[in-house]
């Protein structure tokens, strides 16, 4: 019984000695020393290559080292019928709820605009309104969404959400669905994004989208670089319709040193940090996930690959 991994990292031997320290009955092997591709049961994977998965004939399940299973469904020769575990946890959920809050505070107190006046030597007081008055959407009620949402909500703004289904979570208003989109963007001042990527949401915050929002509106997407139609939010930043962009994803990554992103005086540009996994805490969750599939005990991070999360 093995386990290969595959991780884009200089860590890559770190994290092959603290998954065999977790998991000592599975052997822990790297992905350009894989052995005996009978042997594998299990893949532990950061954007795989195209068609690699297929080789391991025994594979029983395959664990994303990461909430986002995207890279792995991007995989059209994808072993059918394994099953696809995310890695998500407490860490994880802390982190992007210190992302989401940390921006939406300081876009709705104007700390870019109190940067530029200390730059200009010029005393500017700057009257905000309370977060009652601020209204923010958040796109996404999965476990970072939901958690992030209610966060806000905590902190005072007037918060709600939007997601593909329905759902009810407590001093949030809830929309779902093509036909209720309109109306949460309509209402929403600060927008958060935090949908995982799938065949829907591919591209889905183009030119019709942001007209949608009030001018003036700010977004955030720290859910995936190919939500966003980057030259329709050039546009609308340009027509001042919106605000501006706080960014955390990009198609390409790392971000081209020449992307007009890196300049633009109404973007922020972020290095996919709001909400990394702790190699530590996530080793844990990833083992403790896959302790339990082997022994038959429910995973509650497997996802439906029909819907994509």
């Not at 036909?179 to 019709?208: G, N």
């Not at 942001?210 to 977004?219: D, E, H, N, T, V």
Request: glycine fraction near 8%; charge should be negative; proline fraction near 6%.
């Amino acid at each position: 019984m093995a386990l290969i991994l595959h991780l884009r990292t200089a860590r890559e031997l770190w994290w092959q000695s603290h998954l065999q320290k977790l998991l000592p009955e599975i052997e822990c092997r790297l992905w350009r020393e894989p052995g005996n591709p009978d042997d594998i049961e299990y893949a532990v994977v950061w954007r795989p290559p195209e068609g690699g998965l297929q080789q391991f004939r025994n594979l029983k399940c395959i664990v994303s080292v990461g909430a986002g299973v995207d890279h792995v469904l991007a995989d059209s020769q994808l072993p059918e019928g394994v099953p696809v575990i995310r890695t998500t946890g407490t860490d994880l959920t802390q982190r992007m709820r210190e992302y989401v809050c940390l921006h939406v505070l300081r876009l709705h107190r104007g700390l870019d605009r109190q940067w530029q006046a200390q730059c200009a030597a010029d005393w500017q007081p700057d009257i905000t309104p309370l977060a009652s008055q601020r209204r923010v959407g958040v796109m996404g009620l999965g476990k970072l969404g939901a958690d992030a949402a209610a966060s806000l909500a905590s902190l005072g703004f007037d918060v709600a959400g939007w997601a593909r289904s329905s759902h009810h979570i407590d001093r949030i208003d809830c929309f779902h669905g093509d036909a209720q989109l309109a109306d949460f963007l309509a209402r929403t001042d600060i927008l958060v994004c935090l949908l995982p990527l799938t065949a829907q949401t591919d591209s889905l915050m183009d030119r019709e989208f942001f007209s949608l929002l009030p001018k003036g509106a700010s977004i955030i997407n720290a859910g995936r670089g190919e939500h966003l139609v980057e030259q329709d939010l050039l546009d609308a930043l340009e027509t001042e319709h919106l605000a501006s962009a706080t960014l955390d994803v990009f198609r390409t990554e790392p971000l081209p040193k020449e992307h007009p992103f890196w300049a633009h005086p109404k973007v922020l540009v972020t290095p996919h940090v709001g909400s990394m996994i702790d190699p530590e805490t996530g080793g844990r969750e990833i083992a403790r996930n896959l302790l339990d599939f082997i022994a038959n005990r429910p995973v509650a991070d497997v996802i439906d690959r029909q819907r994509g999360y």
